[in-house]
């Protein structure tokens, strides 16, 4: 155990380390700027030492000040708090270099948590749980896809593959989705995120499968305007012309005062003389 540790941060971060280290009979000697000069952590630190100006970030993460402090005022270890010098393996390199004991991870354990893909390999080959993704960096955004936590068990994440299989299991080959289901739901806006993800694949190319996600999603919420308005669409699109007119017609029971009101209105009225003409 060393005597005497300096502290390369300030504010809360700096007050604990004085608080730790007073219950561990060693000694503190807090780095400062001229802003931090008549800050509570300076008051309360066995000394103190100025490292620079006001200019608090520069002044933190001024290695050769920061060095320099250390070596003066006869410190064996500096505490980096968090952020400022925490995370920077080349400061943890120069502390040993300097014979100074850098309180937190070697510099070789900060390069390899710091490069976040790397981390992950890591983390699984020492068997460690990791969340669903990508084995190497993304070149592009578009190469990303959507995660989902599956709202019946928490524990498992979804991608779009996996929320198409999760909807085949709830309907167990039935055509629709019984609401008392729907009911052991712990998240019904995860699972709203989950059918309008499919939604937006299904509706491009394949209409009735659009119509049986928003009719799961109605289940969620059965009077969710934009949902009804949506299923009137789509109704008429795979030509079941009477529901169509019955769901427009409730979309502008809900919503009266409607933007598209006459839109609307007038897709009834053609729905109507379409259903004329074919009869």
């Given at each position: 155990m060393f005597h005497?540790?300096?502290?390369?941060?300030?504010?809360?971060?700096?007050?604990?380390?004085?608080?730790?280290?007073?219950?561990?009979?060693?000694r503190?000697?807090?780095?400062?700027?001229t802003a931090d000069a008549q800050s509570l952590p300076v008051r309360m630190a066995d000394e103190?030492?100025?490292?620079?100006?006001?200019?608090?970030?520069?002044?933190y993460l001024n290695i050769a000040?920061?060095?320099?402090?250390?070596?003066?005022?006869?410190?064996?270890?500096?505490?980096?708090?968090?952020?400022?010098?925490?995370e920077n393996p080349a400061f943890a390199e120069i502390c040993r270099a300097?014979?100074?004991?850098?309180?937190?991870?070697?510099?070789?354990?900060?390069?390899?948590?710091?490069?976040?893909?790397?981390?992950?390999?890591?983390?699984?080959?020492?068997?460690?749980?990791?969340?669903?993704?990508?084995?190497?960096?993304l070149k592009h955004e578009s190469e990303?896809?959507?995660?989902?936590?599956?709202?019946?068990?928490?524990?498992?994440?979804?991608?779009?593959?996996?929320?198409?299989?999760?909807?085949?299991?709830?309907?167990?080959?039935?055509?629709?989705?019984?609401?008392?289901h729907l009911e052991s739901v712990s998240n019904k806006r995860i699972l709203a995120r989950i059918l309008l993800n499919l939604l937006g694949i299904y509706q491009a190319g394949d209409p009735r499968r659009a119509l049986a996600t928003i009719e799961r999603l109605l289940l969620i919420n059965p009077n969710y305007a934009p949902h009804v308005r949506l299923r009137g669409m789509l109704l008429a699109s795979v030509g079941d012309q009477t529901g169509a007119i019955a769901e427009l017609e409730r979309y502008l029971m809900l919503v009266p005062e409607a933007e598209d009101f006459d839109a609307i209105k007038e897709q009834?009225?053609?729905?109507h003389l379409n259903r004329a003409r074919l009869n």
């Open positions: 005497k540790l300096l502290i390369a941060n300030r504010g809360e971060i700096a007050l604990r380390i004085i608080r730790t280290c007073r219950e561990l009979g060693i503190t000697v807090i780095a400062h700027s103190s030492i100025c490292v620079g100006p006001d200019d608090a970030r520069g002044r000040g920061i060095i320099s402090a250390a070596v003066v005022t006869d410190s064996e270890a500096i505490h980096p708090g968090y952020g400022f010098l925490a300097c014979g100074l004991t850098f309180v937190g991870p070697s510099p070789e354990a900060i390069r390899l948590m710091g490069d976040k893909a790397q981390a992950r390999v890591i983390a699984k080959q020492a068997g460690v749980p990791v969340v669903p993704g990508s084995e190497l960096p990303a896809g959507d995660i989902f936590i599956d709202p019946f068990n928490r524990g498992r994440l979804l991608d779009t593959a996996g929320c198409a299989e999760l909807l085949s299991e709830m309907t167990s080959g039935k055509e629709e989705l019984q609401a008392e009834i009225q053609s729905i």
